[in-house]
Nanobody, 127 residues
Framework: QVQLVESGGGLVQAGGSLRLSCAAS????????MGWFRQAPGKEREFVTG?????????YYADSVKGRFTISRDNAKNTVYLQMNSLKPDDTAVYYC???????????????????WGQGTQVTVSS
């Protein structure tokens, strides 16, 4: 049974920082790309950032967060992190982590390319 559990969300003022964590179990996650998506009220879920499998560990970001957010992974702990700096009110959303459907892949940006999702964690940025 694959499980993803996010934590670290909360309320922060604009310009502040938060660090999200996603603890994974039930799969050899080092073989899979991992990603973060977000969904704001009334909007579709959108890609935020992803990291390739351990063979590449490449990182890729949506233009809206480039330079402010950093994704990383600790394969020994089966955990993916999202460091969010210089937060803006537009970053307010529920954030979801996900694991890619196919192993040994990279630059996985589309939601249908992921097959397991966490329950989400709320991030609220006040102005």
């Amino acid at each position: 049974q694959v499980q993803l559990v996010e934590s670290g969300g909360g309320l922060v003022q604009a310009g502040g920082s938060l660090r999200l964590s996603c603890a994974a179990s039930g799969r050899t996650f080092s073989r899979y790309a991992m990603g973060w998506f977000r969904q704001a009220p009334g909007k579709e879920r959108e890609f935020v950032t992803g990291i390739g499998w351990i063979g590449t560990d490449s990182t890729y970001y949506a233009d809206s967060v480039k330079g402010r957010f950093t994704i990383s992974r600790d394969n020994a702990k089966n955990t993916v992190y999202l460091q969010m700096n210089s937060l803006k009110p537009d970053d307010t959303a529920v954030y979801y982590c996900a694991v890619a459907r196919t192993p040994y892949t990279d630059y996985v940006k589309r939601s249908y390319e992921y097959d397991y999702w966490g329950q989400g964690t709320q991030v609220t940025v006040s102005s």
